[in-house]
Each structure stands twice: as C-alpha cells, then as structure tokens.
C-alpha cells in the first residue's frame, strides 16, 4: 500500500545547481501532477500527464521540465535552481480524474 | 478564468461550537468538488467529495459539506468542533473535462480553541 512515493523529503540546494524530484505510484494510474505548494497560495499546478509519454504545462511551468518515461513515474527537474523555487513539492496521480492521491511532499529550500 | 476562492484565511472557534469553511469557485459545467485537509508539515488529507447527487455530503471525521449550485459555493461544516480539527484546509475544484487537474483555494486555517 504504497501508494504515492516522494523521493527525496527534504533537499537544500544553491542557486544554480540542478535536481530532480521523483514521483513514483502503484495504483497503475494514468494521470499525474506536480504542484508546489507556498504560504497563502495554496497549491499550484506545475506540470501535468495524462498518460505514459505525455505531459503539458499547469498554471506556473518556468524553471521545470517533467518527464514521464514509464507510467509509474512522473519526474519534475529544475535545471539551474533559484531561491524563488524555494517551496513544498507534492505529487499526485488520480484514476480517471476522479481519486486522487497525494504524496507527501517534499521541501526544497534555494540558497 | 476558474478559480477557487477561500474568503477567510483563518477561521477561529472554539471546541464544541458548529464550524464553517468557506469556499466558493468558478467553474465552467458542472465541476467535482473537493475538500483536503493539511496538518503541520504533512501531506494532504482527503475529507470528502462531490460529484453528484444529495447536495450535502458527508466525510470523514464527522465534516460534512453542502453542494449550492446557484451560488456556486462548497461549504465545509462540522456540527461540534474540536481541539485536534485545527489545520490548514483546502478546497478543490475539478472541471468536468477530462486531463484536467484539481484547481486548489489558497487555503483556511482553521484553529479550535479549547
């Protein structure tokens, strides 16, 4: 019952360096999210995929690629990190846009 | 554009009293809807949904919530609060068109005092 996996938890990084989150789920479903989520803005969406191979852009996408490569997997990376990606990261998959799961969550932090 | 709106930021009782949660949106068709609770340094926790049907649905921990289709809003309610009912609380929209992913308000803190 694993659910949705967020790996890592916790991360620090400085500016410019690059990172990848993962996002791995056992429920076989077909669709997944990134979002970030800061202070007063409740979550946002980063980049989205509905299905193996397939991805598109959410409300905020600069600074992210994604990348989902087998259908468990959903990859979010940041190439050259800023302090404004300073944020908690979850990842979500749902079944047929009906359930969904979150992770939970992993904090990054931009120095 | 759709959104979510949340109108309080906080929302303060105290244990035992009855609790609102605000939560309005704009959505184009006839959405799903969505509550999530978050605890300190937690992920989110489902509460409840709407998809069709009796307007007031019932979730876990003894919330509830109350469908209003001409005023577009999604209430989150509790009949008696408490202590350990205090964290953040998102409500979420879900636009009936297939691909699409849930539209979050920015969120209420709600805080029961005992």
């Known amino acids: 019952n694993a659910g949705v996996t967020q790996t890592p938890k916790f991360r620090v990084l400085k500016t410019g360096q690059s990172m990848t989150l993962l996002c791995a789920q056992d429920?076989?479903?077909?669709?997944m999210y990134w979002y970030r989520q800061d202070p007063g803005m409740g979550l946002r969406l980063i980049h989205y995929?509905?299905?193996?191979?397939?991805?598109a852009k959410g409300e905020v996408p600069d600074g992210y690629n994604v990348s989902r490569l087998k259908k468990q997997n959903f990859l979010l990376g940041l190439e050259s990190a800023a302090p404004s990606q300073t944020s908690v990261y979850f990842c979500?998959?749902?079944?047929?846009?009906?359930?969904?799961?979150f992770g939970s969550g992993t904090r990054l932090t931009v120095v | 554009a759709q959104s979510v709106a949340q109108p309080e930021d906080q929302v303060n009782v105290a244990e035992g009293n009855p609790l609102t949660v605000k939560c309005t949106y704009s959505?184009?068709?006839?959405?799903?809807l969505f509550w999530y609770v978050q605890y300190p340094n937690r992920g989110l926790q489902f509460l409840l949904k709407y998809i069709t049907g009796d307007n007031l649905v019932k979730g876990s921990y003894g919330f509830e919530a109350e469908f209003n289709k001409s005023q577009t809003s999604f209430h989150l309610k509790k009949p008696s609060a408490l202590v350990s009912d205090s964290a953040l609380y998102f409500c979420?929209?879900?636009?009936?068109?297939?691909?699409?992913?849930?539209?979050f308000g920015k969120g209420t803190t709600l805080s029961v005092s005992s």
């Open positions: 959505v184009s068709g006839n959405p799903y």
């Open positions: 979420a929209v879900r636009p009936n068109q297939a691909g699409t992913a849930l539209i």
């Open positions: 429920m076989n479903h077909e669709y």
């Open positions: 995929s509905v299905g193996e191979g397939t991805t």
């Open positions: 979500a998959s749902s079944y047929s846009n009906m359930g969904y799961t």
